[in-house]
Each structure stands twice: as C-alpha cells, then as structure tokens.
Nanobody, 124 residues
Framework: QVQLVESGGGLVQAGGSLRLSCAAS????????MGWFRQAPGKEREFVQG????????YYSDSVKGRFTISRDSAKNTVYLQMNSLKPEDTAVYYC?????????????????WGQGTQVTVSS
C-alpha cells in the first residue's frame, strides 16, 4: 500500500502562486508515475500534470502548461506542483495520485493510489 498526503493549498489572489506538496509513504518503490488531478465543484476530475520516477518524463495538460510545473524529490518521496499566474478557474480540490504502471498516463484509471485532496481557491 501507498499513502499520499497533500499540503500547500489555500486562498490566493489571481496572478499569485502556490506550491503544493505530496508526500508518499509505504511501498513507494512500487510507484512509477505520480500525478496531480483537480476537481472543481460540479465538474469532472481533470488531469493536471504527471511525472515519472526518474523525472525524465512529464505529462502535461494544455490548460496549465506554461503556468504549472511539476517536480519530484525522490529522496524525500515527494512531488511538488508549483502553480504560478493562478486564475479563478484554477479553483478546485487538488489531488495527488500514484501509479504503479510503468507508463503512467493522463487518465485517472491508471493511478492506483490517491491522496485526500487539498483545496486551492483563487479569488478575482
């Protein structure tokens, strides 16, 4: 089993920045890809970004490309999501996810473990 704990969410004004963290514990050696998803009220869950174990492969979402950056500290089993130039439409609960599948991906079905989520609210 893998446990994921997100942190770093909060309230920020439009144009501001936040950095989310996701700490993994348990059978972390089984994780190949870690990713971030988000879900706004009344909307479906949306893939944000993902990163491979080595950090050599990044999965992007067009909606945040150029504004959000995912990174990984393997020694700490932690993944980060740096979010810049935030917009009100970025408001959502952000979830960290881990995949034990080699290729990972951008759909929720390839991820095996999920965190509890952290709220990000961007005011206009």
């Amino acid at each position: 089993q893998v446990q994921l704990v997100e942190s770093g969410g909060g309230l920020v004004q439009a144009g501001g920045s936040l950095r989310l963290s996701c700490a993994a514990s348990g059978r972390t050696f089984s994780i190949y890809v870690m990713g971030w998803f988000r879900q706004a009220p009344g909307k479906e869950r949306e893939f944000v970004q993902g990163i491979s174990r080595s950090g050599g492969r990044i999965y992007y979402s067009d909606s945040v490309k150029g504004r959000f950056t995912i990174s990984r500290d393997s020694a700490k089993n932690t993944v980060y999501l740096q979010m810049n130039s935030l917009k009100p439409e970025d408001t959502a609960v952000y979830y960290c996810a881990a995949s034990t599948k080699l290729l990972g991906g951008t759909t929720g079905s390839v991820y095996d473990y999920w965190g509890q989520g952290t709220q990000v609210t961007v005011s206009s």
